[in-house]
C-alpha cells in the first residue's frame, strides 16, 4: 500500500506506545465501488476501508473525499494520511482506475443499465389476538436498482408513527426486495396505502388496503338479516289469519243476530211464544 513518501502504513494498537505487536492479528484492505443510476445517470462512489481484527477503523470515502477514523485507534494515522497529498491522490486514482474499469465490461454495463420493477403487497398480520392494533406489512420484492424509498399514507396523509424499516435483502439474482411495518389501530373507514418511488416507475406506485369486515361478523351480519326477514313473514301471516277470523266472525254474528221467522206448524205441536 505504498503511495509515495508517505507510506500508507495502519497504525496497529500497542505499536505506538512501545508494545510488541501482538502474535496473532487480522488486518484487512477492501475497496468497493457503489454504483447508482437512480437518477438516469451513473453515479461512483468508492470506499477503501482498513479493518483490524474484525472491526473497521480507517475508511476512505471518495463522496468525502478524505480518510476518516471509525475508531480512535484510527485517528493517528487518518491525521498522517490525509495530510498527505500523495496519499489522498493515490486513493483517488485508485477509484478512476479500478472502478471505472469495472464498470466498462459489457457484463458490468448491461446489468447497471437495466432497471426492474418491484412487486408489491400489503398484508395484514397480528402478534396479539387481542390487542385492537394492526400490523400492516408492505413487501417490495424483485427491484433493481437496489436504491427505492417507500412510505405509509393514512387517509392520504403520510404516516411518520409506528413505522418501522427492515433491511433491503439480496435475492442472489441482481434484485433486492424490502420490508416496512406499520403498526396502527385502524378505524372504520380508514384507507391505507403504501407508497413506492423507484427508478423503474414513472410514477409512485400505490397499493392500497381497507379494513374489511371478517368471516365471522359477516355471518352474524346474515343471520341477523335472515332473522329479521323470517320475523316478519310470520308477523304478516299472522296478521292475515287475524284479520281473516275477525272477518269472518263477524259475518257470522250478523247472521244469527236477527229475529227468525218461523213458519205455523200443522201438526200437533204448537209452538210457545
Same mark, same amino acid.
Given at each position: 500500500?505504498?503511495?509515495?513518501?508517505?507510506?500508507? &502504513? *495502519? /497504525? +496497529?494498537?500497542?505499536?505506538?506506545?512501545?508494545?510488541?505487536? $501482538?502474535?496473532?492479528? =487480522?488486518?484487512?484492505?477492501? %475497496?468497493?465501488?457503489?454504483?447508482?443510476?437512480?437518477?438516469?445517470?451513473?453515479?461512483?462512489?468508492?470506499?477503501?476501508?482498513?479493518?483490524?481484527?474484525?472491526?473497521?477503523?480507517?475508511?476512505?470515502?471518495?463522496?468525502?473525499?478524505?480518510?476518516?477514523?471509525?475508531?480512535?485507534?484510527?485517528?493517528?494515522?487518518?491525521?498522517?494520511?490525509?495530510?498527505?497529498?500523495?496519499?489522498?491522490?493515490?486513493?483517488?486514482?485508485?477509484?478512476?482506475?479500478?472502478?471505472?474499469?469495472?464498470?466498462?465490461?459489457?457484463?458490468?454495463?448491461?446489468?447497471?443499465?437495466?432497471?426492474?420493477?418491484? &412487486? *408489491? /403487497? +400489503?398484508?395484514?398480520?397480528?402478534?396479539?389476538?387481542?390487542? $385492537?392494533?394492526?400490523? =400492516?406489512?408492505?413487501?417490495? %420484492?424483485?427491484?433493481?436498482?437496489?436504491?427505492?424509498?417507500?412510505?405509509?399514507?393514512?387517509?392520504?396523509?403520510?404516516?411518520?408513527?409506528?413505522?418501522?424499516?427492515?433491511?433491503?435483502?439480496?435475492?442472489?439474482?441482481?434484485?433486492?426486495?424490502?420490508?416496512?411495518?406499520?403498526?396502527?389501530?385502524?378505524?372504520?373507514?380508514?384507507?391505507?396505502?403504501?407508497?413506492?418511488?423507484?427508478?423503474?416507475?414513472?410514477?409512485?406506485?400505490?397499493?392500497?388496503?381497507?379494513?374489511?369486515?371478517?368471516?365471522?361478523?359477516?355471518?352474524?351480519?346474515?343471520?341477523?338479516?335472515?332473522?329479521?326477514?323470517?320475523?316478519?313473514?310470520?308477523?304478516?301471516?299472522?296478521?292475515?289469519?287475524?284479520?281473516?277470523?275477525?272477518?269472518?266472525?263477524? %259475518?257470522?254474528?250478523?247472521?244469527?243476530?236477527?229475529?227468525?221467522?218461523?213458519?205455523?206448524?200443522?201438526?200437533?205441536?204448537?209452538?210457545?211464544?
Amino acid at each position: 500500500l505504498g503511495a509515495g513518501m508517505c507510506g500508507a &502504513v *495502519v /497504525t +496497529v494498537p500497542g505499536w505506538d506506545s512501545g508494545d510488541s505487536a $501482538p502474535q496473532r492479528f =487480522l488486518h484487512q484492505v477492501k %475497496a468497493e465501488c457503489h454504483f447508482s443510476n437512480a437518477s438516469g445517470q451513473v453515479q461512483l462512489r468508492y470506499l477503501e476501508r482498513f479493518i483490524y481484527d474484525r472491526t473497521e477503523i480507517v475508511r476512505f470515502d471518495s463522496a468525502r473525499d478524505r480518510f476518516e477514523a471509525l475508531t480512535p485507534l484510527g485517528e493517528p494515522t487518518v491525521k498522517r494520511w490525509n495530510s498527505c497529498k500523495e496519499e489522498l491522490q493515490r486513493a483517488r486514482a485508485t477509484m478512476d482506475l479500478f472502478c471505472w474499469f469495472c464498470y466498462s465490461l459489457p457484463e458490468a454495463g448491461r446489468v447497471l443499465g437495466r432497471r426492474v420493477k418491484p &412487486v *408489491v /403487497t +400489503v398484508s395484514p398480520t397480528k402478534d396479539d389476538p387481542l390487542s $385492537p392494533r394492526t400490523l =400492516l406489512l408492505c413487501t417490495a %420484492a424483485s427491484f433493481y436498482p437496489r436504491e427505492i424509498k417507500i412510505h405509509w399514507l393514512k387517509n392520504g396523509r403520510r404516516a411518520t408513527e409506528g413505522v418501522l424499516y427492515g433491511e433491503e435483502l439480496h435475492n442472489g439474482d441482481w434484485t433486492y426486495q424490502i420490508q416496512v411495518m406499520l403498526e396502527d389501530t385502524p378505524q372504520r373507514g380508514d384507507v391505507y396505502a403504501c407508497q413506492v418511488e423507484h427508478a423503474s416507475l414513472k410514477t409512485p406506485l400505490i397499493v392500497r388496503w381497507e379494513r374489511r369486515t371478517s368471516a365471522s361478523a359477516r355471518s352474524k351480519v346474515w343471520t341477523g338479516v335472515t332473522g329479521a326477514l323470517l320475523g316478519m313473514v310470520y308477523l304478516a301471516v299472522g296478521l292475515s289469519l287475524y284479520l281473516r277470523s275477525k272477518k269472518g266472525k263477524g %259475518a257470522l254474528e250478523g247472521t244469527l243476530g236477527g229475529s227468525v221467522q218461523l213458519p205455523p206448524s200443522s201438526g200437533c205441536i204448537h209452538w210457545l211464544s
